[in-house]
């Protein structure tokens, strides 16, 4: 039933700006949501880039990406987003929206950014920051 599709991906040169959005169905991103989003590079495993939970407003970064990425949700889209500024090559990777039904332990875990943690994946979208 749990259904998250990504949009806004493409490519973009170093420096610029791009805005993906995850769109949710069958689970509901405004209240109580465990969320993330993670990258997968060529060659690499899948890595967190960003998490947040909506019932608090917790929101947690991987380093990397600290102070340039930023994960917020949309009440009334039910949509989840993250705004990447300052983009660099190393940030090109197919990028894939996740979701997990909330726990406390659930939200305890969110600041690993942890792939396992979540149940539910979109298809993932594709970046590409040229030099």
């Known amino acids: 039933q749990v259904q998250l599709v990504e949009s806004g991906g493409g490519s973009v040169q170093a420096g610029g700006s791009l805005n993906l959005s995850c769109a949710a169905s069958?689970?509901?991103?405004?209240?109580?949501?465990?969320m993330g989003w993670f990258r997968q590079a060529p060659g690499k495993g899948r890595e967190g880039v960003a998490t947040i939970y909506t019932g608090g407003g917790n929101t947690y970064y991987a380093d990397p990406v600290k102070g340039r990425f930023t994960v917020s949700q949309d009440n009334a889209k039910n949509t989840l987003y993250l705004q990447m500024s300052s983009l660099n090559p190393k940030d090109s990777a197919m990028y894939y929206c996740?979701?997990?039904?909330?726990?406390?332990?659930?939200?305890?875990?969110?600041?690993?950014?942890?792939?396992?943690?979540?149940?539910?994946w979109g298809k993932g979208i594709q970046v590409t920051v040229s030099s």
């Open positions: 996740a979701a997990v039904y909330c726990s406390i332990r659930n939200i305890m875990c969110l600041s690993e950014l942890t792939p396992s943690l979540f149940d539910y």
């Open positions: 069958g689970y509901t991103t405004t209240t109580n949501a465990c």
